[in-house]
């Protein structure tokens, strides 16, 4: 028996899902809409209240000052978005979305829930990662622990078939980001042995590629447009991209100045000009292959991941890499949260779950700057010493002695970085620490630097001066991605006087956000006829009479369907 309940939660740059683990297996659990798939969309409502999910993600076009989404790109950064009046980073921005599957899990479970494991590309960075707790934390959740969407991913797979022996890499194309994983597994043990990826390639890259084809059959370029025409030319792409990952060539009609203006994208023009992107997919997975000690034909099954991995052309990459096509029984789109589900089981040590055990390893290597000798008294800073090199077993320690350069110095400074190459310039900062030195030159200055890297991916740095023992723990400072304590506790004391839009008025607020963007999107007798059911649905909004609302929001759905369907944008 479970005595708390633990969530599972894939927290994504589209879209957010959360499930649970139940006596059967993990369990997708449905949004105030009925829906699986919460869009990772916020913005405010008229009255002042925060929409999340489908309704802000249809205010995008038509409410684009007061709505947001694909900020999963700016966590870990000062980036801040302006809703209304307000600025938000993408910790709190994604604690909107926290917090409402939070409300969906507690409506489906009837209990509190106050714990989550929360998935995360693997290759997000230290300071990513405690962006992502600080989001739970602003959503009034615990990380029990962050696990990486791969592995998540294999571990949904791994659970379907936990006898067999087999090696299997992962790969995984969402919005932003591309990780590969591969893993081992026999008799119920689950072992990652390389991960590899690429934080910046995801298949929103793809549609911009194709928004910039769009614009040069138009004859328009960014500048020249409206934030709004802008926005709708990028919707138009995605569209179409989606539409191309079953057919080999499609149309639509844009809307310029009043005008339906033609467009058309085939196939074979859309991998001529995503060439380029397609390309940056190979390194990680010949990374992963030989970091793990392997060659192509020992893997025995290929895993994909991540909604962009519908895309024919990823498709045909792994089924010429590997001569086999990949499988991807379990949807795409489901299958992190299911495996976030998985761990949060394992957490609550599930019984159905007793014989399963899961390690997993550091993505990159973790070290800090140093000064190398260059001649009589000379040193050149600027390079990487790794502590903890990438594909390490976590949990891991690792500790290293380090002395000062010149016996007069007074003070240490480590700086930590996090990448492969030999320059700390390439790689990425994740913060310092001042160790000061003893002042008496006749004591031993010596310190030893010890990393710890948890099974969430966070890092811990200590440096303790050997001489007189005294600790120095690693402060984040100067890297404006994190936030310290103090920052937290003011966001959090604001944060709570935010109303999130009430979850039994969403269904309205959602069918209002679509006849709004179907409005805008069409011409002619089709608008007409919308902007009709809007000021009618708008009515009977006010009568308050609950079934007959229910009644007509179902009616509107059906047409609303047929209307998305068709291609003028
Ligand atoms: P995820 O973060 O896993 O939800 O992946 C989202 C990405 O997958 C977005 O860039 C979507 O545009 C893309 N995607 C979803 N479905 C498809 C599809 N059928 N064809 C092409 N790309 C898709």
């Known amino acids: 028996m479970i005595d708390k309940a633990i969530i599972g939660i894939d927290l994504g740059t589209t ?7 139940e006596a059967d297996g993990p369990k997708l659990i449905p949004n105030a809409l009925g829906s699986v798939m919460t869009p990772s969309a916020v913005g405010y409502a008229e009255d002042g209240t925060l929409l999340v999910g489908r309704a802000a993600r249809d205010r995008l076009l038509t409410h684009r000052d007061m709505t947001t989404a694909r900020f999963k790109r700016y966590m870990g950064t000062d980036h801040e978005v302006m809703l209304g009046k307000k600025a ?3 910790e709190e921005l994604s604690s909107f979305v926290l917090r409402s599957l939070r409300a969906d899990a507690e409506a489906y479970l009837g209990k509190m829930v106050e714990e989550a494991v929360i998935s995360v590309p693997a290759y997000f960075n230290d300071i990513q990662r405690k962006a992502t707790v600080t ?7 615990k990380v029990n622990r962050l696990v990486n969407e791969p592995t998540a991913a294999a571990l949904a797979y791994g659970l ?3 006898e067999a022996e087999s090696t299997f890499l992962v790969v995984d194309l969402g919005g932003g980001t591309f990780d590969v994983s591969i893993l081992e597994m026999f008799s119920g043990v689950m072992e990652v042995r390389a991960s590899a990826g690429d934080a910046f390639l995801g298949g929103e890259d793809f549609t911009d590629a194709l928004a910039t084809e769009l614009g040069r059959q138009l004859g328009i370029q960014p500048k020249d447009v409206s934030k709004e025409e802008g926005a709708r030319l990028r919707g138009l792409a995605d569209k179409l991209k989606h539409q191309l990952s079953d057919r080999a060539e499609t ?3 844009y809307i310029l100045k009043g005008e339906a203006r033609p467009v058309s994208i085939t196939r074979e023009k859309f991998d001529e000009i995503t060439a380029e992107l397609m390309k940056r997919m190979r390194l990680p997975i010949q990374r992963a292959i030989s970091d793990a000690g392997l060659r192509a034909d020992d ?4 895993i994909t991941v991540g909604g962009a991995t519908r895309m024919q052309s990823v498709r045909t990459l792994i089924t010429r890499l590997f001569k086999r096509f990949p499988e991807h029984s379990i949807d795409p789109d489901h299958v992190v949260a299911l495996g976030a589900a998985v761990q949060a089981g394992l957490a609550a040590r599930h019984a159905a779950l007793d014989d399963v055990v899961m390690t997993d390893v550091c993505p990159f290597t973790l070290g800090f ?3 190398i000798p260059v001649g009589e008294d000379r040193w050149e800073a600027g390079h990487f010493s790794p502590m903890i090199e990438r594909n390490t077993v976590v949990p891991t320690s690792r500790s290293d002695v ?3 350069v010149n016996a007069r110095q007074n003070e240490i400074r480590l700086n930590i970085y996090q990448g492969e190459s030999p320059f700390v310039k390439d790689n990425v900062r994740i913060g310092s620490l001042n160790v000061p030195l003893p002042s008496d030159p006749k004591t031993d200055k010596a310190v030893d630097v010890r990393y710890t890297y948890d099974t969430s991916g966070i890092l811990e740095v200590e440096a303790t001066i050997l001489a007189t023992k005294k600790l120095h723990r690693l402060v984040i400072e100067g890297n404006p991605g994190a936030m310290p304590r103090e920052e937290i506790e003011k966001r959090l004391k604001a944060l709570s006087s935010l109303k999130i839009h009430p979850r039994d008025e969403q269904e309205n607020a959602a069918i209002i956000a679509r006849l709004r963007a179907a409005y805008e999107n069409s011409l002619g007798e089709t608008r007409l006829y919308v902007g009709r059911i809007l000021a009618e649905f708008e009515s009977v909004m006010h009568s308050q009479d609950k079934r007959a609302i229910q009644e007509v929001r179902k009616q509107i759905d059906e047409i609303l369907i047929r209307i998305e369907g068709t291609d003028v944008f």
């Open 88 to 90: 938000f980073r993408a």
């Open 15 to 21: 879209n957010s899902l959360v499930a649970v683990f």
């Open 135 to 141: 989001a739970a934390e602003f959503a009034g959740l």
């Open 369 to 371: 700057e140093t000064s």
């Open 160 to 162: 379907q078939d936990r």
């Open 402 to 404: 380090i002395g000062p």
């Open 299 to 302: 893997l025995h099954r290929i």
């Open 251 to 253: 149309t639509a009609d």
